[in-house]
């Protein structure tokens, strides 16, 4: 345990550190890329290339710093991050480099009030903080691997099915290339895809939520197709799944991992809110509590721009049909002419408070929502002024963590 001496000189250095954040974590990357090439092959270059997983490694190291003493306490945020780690195939060898980056930048960047109490504090608290994740995340990969169909790292499977779902989502059904059975999984996790593209010096690993619900020979996950925009360049991963990968190409996934899941257990009314892709894993949860929970009440809310671009409408229509106590209701934000025409949605324009009142059964359901930062921002926004409890809303994020809560 760190001594008392430690933790102060960690606690009263925490703010000076977040302060010179983006520089710290900025400096940590350059130094530790260019020492260990080989881990740009485990890293997102788009979050990297647009600064949007700048900070958050050295933020988490810096909040658990803060929680040294009582690390249970973050345990919840801790397991999040290694279900990541795991998904991707971070190991217990690379965190001494990592730290030794960390600190490296940290020494750089505050020269000379970087004193040695200050970085032997540091090396002390990152090490309790590593061995914390190490631990947690071996019991993953345990469990990863001893799951019946189940794998640790990355297995090949091959596309039995490529099917387009709206004019910027396709879908790949995946199924085991060495026959074997595939892993089950609770509703909401999501895999690791892991692409060698020709032409790119380092492999991708990117996160895609399982669409369908468990139970299934196959996985399938549901990709948009993420078109340049300006300031922002068409997404590697996803143009090159969409364009060059078909039917009997093998991809390799990591087994189905992450925390935003399906709580079983509970019989409240369920609402489930999706802003364009996010719907993936929402669909999943819709297919699995209507199966498994015929009773419950369930409401399907999705925003999308458009008829063309709402994926998978038709299953989550599909379970309404087949179900009374199931509503699916649309919101589109730019309706075609023949979405008018057909009256193929329920509100024009954006989810707001005021019409999750009108389709939303009850206050006292559960609520569960993924899309877009600011579109879960306002949906987060909107319950919360409802007076929904913090524990009876799950959300999240595709890509990189944030919070609700800013700006
Ligand atoms: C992602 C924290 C060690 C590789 C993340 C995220 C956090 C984090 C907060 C973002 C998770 C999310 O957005 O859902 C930490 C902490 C570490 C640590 C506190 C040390 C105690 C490592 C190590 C590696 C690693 C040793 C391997 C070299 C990654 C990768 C990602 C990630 C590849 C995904 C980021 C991306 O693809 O852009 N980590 N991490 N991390 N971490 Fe770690």
């Not at 087949?322 to 209701?329: D, Q, W």
């Amino acid at each position: 345990m760190l001594s008392s001496r430690t933790i102060e000189i960690i606690k009263s250095t925490v703010p000076v550190l977040e302060q010179h954040g983006t520089a710290i974590t900025k400096r940590f990357y350059q130094t530790m890329f260019a020492a260990h090439p080989e881990l740009l092959n485990l890293f997102n270059h788009a979050n990297q290339s647009q600064g949007r997983q700048q900070t958050a490694l050295a933020n988490v190291v810096y909040a658990a710093a803060l929680h040294i003493d009582k690390l249970e306490s973050i345990l919840p945020v801790v397991k999040q991050i290694a279900h990541k780690h795991r998904s991707l195939g971070v190991t217990a060898d690379q965190y001494p480099i990592v730290g030794k980056y960390l600190l490296g930048a940290i020494k750089d960047v505050l020269g000379d009030a970087a004193t040695d109490d200050i970085l032997q504090a540091w090396a002390e608290a990152y090490g309790i903080i590593a061995k914390v994740f190490i631990g947690v995340e071996e019991g993953m990969y345990e469990e990863a691997e001893k799951q019946d169909g189940g794998w640790a790292g990355f297995r090949a499977f091959r596309v039995a099915r490529k099917a387009a779902e709206s004019d910027v989502v396709t879908s790949f059904y995946l199924v085991p290339a060495d026959g074997g059975a595939v892993a089950s999984f609770e509703p909401g996790q999501y895999i690791s895809v892991r692409l060698d593209i020709p032409g790119e010096t380092n492999t991708h690993i990117r996160q895609y939520s399982l669409s369908d619900a468990p139970g299934k020979p196959y996985y399938r996950i549901s990709v948009k197709r993420e078109d340049a925009l300006p300031g922002k360049p068409a997404g590697k991963v996803s143009s090159y799944l969409h364009a060059q990968v078909g039917e009997g190409d093998v991809l390799h996934l990591s087994a189905p991992a992450g925390e935003f899941v399906l709580d079983r257990a509970d019989t409240r009314p369920l609402v489930l809110i999706s802003g364009g892709v996010g719907l993936t894993p929402m669909v999943s949860m819709l297919k699995a509590a209507a199966a498994a929970q015929p009773d419950r009440e369930i409401a399907f809310i999705h925003a999308a721009r458009s008829g063309d671009a709402h994926a998978l409408r038709q299953e989550a229509e599909e379970v309404a049909a087949s179900n009374a106590r199931v509503s699916a209701h649309w919101c589109y934000s730019r309706p075609s002419a023949s979405d008018r025409e057909t009256g193929a949605f329920h509100k024009e324009g954006y989810v707001d408070l005021s019409w999750l009142q009108q389709v939303v059964p009850t206050t006292e359901a559960s609520f569960y929502f993924c899309g877009p930062t600011p579109f879960m921002k306002t949906v987060y926004a909107a319950l919360r002024a409802w007076g929904i409890e913090e524990e009876r809303i799950r959300f999240e994020f595709f890509g990189p963590s944030g919070s609700l809560q800013e700006g």
